[in-house]
């Protein structure tokens, strides 16, 4: 008698597809859903190019908005001695 252990036939691994994959395929998915992803892959990266703004596209990054370092900068050419409050003096009032 020849008993051969029976594999269980491999699946696509996507849940609406049900096509049956050869043993011998290393991929989990069958063709058709790798060509489906590709294609949705493909239009995701086109549409995500064509939201960005014009300034974004030439790979230089956006310049960055004044932060409040340069408020403080600006102070302390109007008042050139500025007064720092320390902590022990703070305690030292109390």
Not at 1 to 24: A, F, G, Y
Not at 71 to 80: A, L, R, W
């Given at each position: 008698?020849?008993?051969?252990?029976?594999?269980?036939?491999?699946?696509?691994?996507?849940?609406?597809?049900?096509?049956?994959?050869?043993?011998?395929d290393t991929r989990?998915?069958?063709?058709?859903c790798?060509?489906?992803d590709?294609?949705?892959?493909?239009?995701?990266?086109?549409?995500?190019q064509?939201?960005?703004?014009?300034?974004?596209?030439?790979?230089?990054?956006?310049?960055?908005?004044?932060?409040?370092?340069a408020?403080?900068?600006?102070?302390?050419?109007?008042?050139?001695?500025p007064?720092?409050?320390?902590?022990?003096?703070?305690?030292?009032v109390l």
């Open positions: 008698m020849d008993t051969e252990p029976s594999i269980p036939p491999r699946i696509c691994s996507k849940s609406k597809c049900k096509n049956v994959l050869l043993h011998d989990k998915t069958c063709e058709r790798r060509e489906y590709r294609v949705n892959t493909a239009a995701r990266r086109k549409r995500k064509e939201s960005q703004p014009e300034d974004l596209d030439s790979g230089r990054p956006a310049p960055l908005p004044p932060t409040s370092a408020v403080t900068i600006e102070n302390d050419t109007q008042n050139p001695n007064v720092e409050s320390d902590s022990s003096e703070v305690n030292s």
